[in-house]
């Protein structure tokens, strides 16, 4: 089971988000959705910032955000030092990506949803 920080979690079911909450649950994972304006999302504690994980074993933070937003969370990522960053499709960050793989994380632009349902992740 991995613990899997989900950035962007949305409350929205029609949101890519939402689906890979409810996707990691039901493939065995532990999601931890991150959304700074949320409580709960699917019945899960919401965090409202990578910044209150810190200290905690997360394996994987999975990215929802664009650019704009996920740049600002750079120092948070290295202090947190997953084992991987996932960026999905439209939240790529290329910057961002050759900083965390400078600092030993490992980051792939790819589709949690995908990853999961083909038996990639």
Do not use: W
């Not at 990215?63 to 600002?72: D, F, G, H, M």
């Not at 050759?98 to 790819?110: R, S």
């Amino acid at each position: 089971m991995e613990v899997v920080a989900v950035v962007g979690a949305s409350k929205d079911p029609s949101r890519y988000s939402y689906k890979a909450l409810e996707m990691l649950v039901n493939h065995g994972h532990k999601p931890i959705p991150v959304n700074p304006h949320e409580e709960h999302i699917q019945g899960l504690r919401v965090v409202h910032g990578l910044r209150d994980l810190i200290g905690q074993k997360i394996d994987t933070v999975t990215i929802y955000v664009n650019p704009s937003i996920s740049s600002l969370l750079e120092t948070d990522l290295i202090t947190l030092r997953p084992r991987r960053v996932i960026f999905n499709p439209g939240a790529e960050n290329q910057k961002l990506s050759e900083v965390l793989l400078k600092n030993g994380v490992k980051t792939e632009n790819a589709c949690t949803l995908v990853l999961l349902q083909t038996g990639q992740y």
